[in-house]
């Protein structure tokens, strides 16, 4: 089945810096990658997804590339705030598998 | 449009009761997803559900198990529970069977003592 290896698990940065995330799939039959961001105590939000047939996508301060020949896509947050400072969790899915496989997450924690 | 509920939002239950927890998609969603997420391992997938029919299910043992009703709510229920069951239990919907847009409720903090 499918795996999702994500990596920093913890990301300390600078107000205004970038913060870049990057996961790795293994199912070459992926095809659809969201972002979710779930603050303390709150539920996962989608914040930006990509499809396979799309190598980039920005939504002001976010944005998603993906790799499909490396397996691998990345979440980069420019200008990064304090209100970023949140769990980034990516995932995969595609196929018929009929499910979201998610990393285990990124705690990003932006310093003011 | 109203986003997805569940309920209860707080369970604690014993060792070896059972416990049902109830998932309310968006309007129109027809896809149901259920996760429990722990500190440790992260969101992992119970199943799916797509007009009442499962079509995936995760790596948990037969006490886990759920359905889809006709209007796409979902229940999953746990029997005989654990302590390792204690988690946040997270549902989650889309529109379409491709998993795109998939939206999250609040999730169900279950304690098992």
């Known amino acids: 089945g499918e795996n999702v290896e994500q990596h920093p698990s913890t990301l300390s940065v600078q107000e205004g810096d970038s913060a870049v995330i990057k996961c790795t799939y293994s199912?070459?039959?992926?095809?659809?990658f969201p972002w979710y961001k779930q603050e303390l105590g709150k539920r996962p939000q989608l914040i930006i997804d990509i499809r396979s047939n799309v190598g980039e996508k920005k939504d002001q301060r976010i944005a998603v590339t993906l790799n499909k020949t490396a397996k691998h896509f990345s979440l980069h947050i420019t200008e990064t705030q304090p209100e970023d400072s949140a769990v980034y969790f990516c995932?995969?899915?595609?196929?018929?598998?009929?499910?979201?496989?998610f990393g285990k997450g990124t705690l990003l924690t932006v310093n003011p | 449009k109203a986003g997805v509920t569940q309920t209860p939002r707080y369970l604690i239950k014993t060792r070896g009761q059972q416990v049902t927890l109830s998932c309310s998609p968006i309007?129109?969603?027809?896809?149901v997803s259920w996760y429990q997420q722990t500190p440790g391992q992260g969101l992992q997938f119970l199943f799916e559900y797509f007009s009442e029919t499962q079509r995936n299910k995760g790596n948990f043992p037969g006490r886990f198990s759920g359905r889809q009703f006709s209007n796409s709510r979902s229940e999953m229920n746990v029997s005989t529970l654990e302590l390792g069951d204690s988690a946040l239990y997270l549902c989650?919907?889309?529109?379409?069977?491709?998993?795109?847009?998939?939206?999250f409720g609040p999730g169900t903090r279950l304690t098992v003592t």
């Open positions: 995932a995969a899915s595609g196929g018929s598998n009929y499910k979201l496989t």
């Open positions: 199912d070459s039959a992926s095809n659809y």
């Open positions: 309007s129109g969603h027809r896809s």
């Open positions: 989650a919907s889309s529109l379409n069977m491709d998993m795109r847009g998939q939206y």
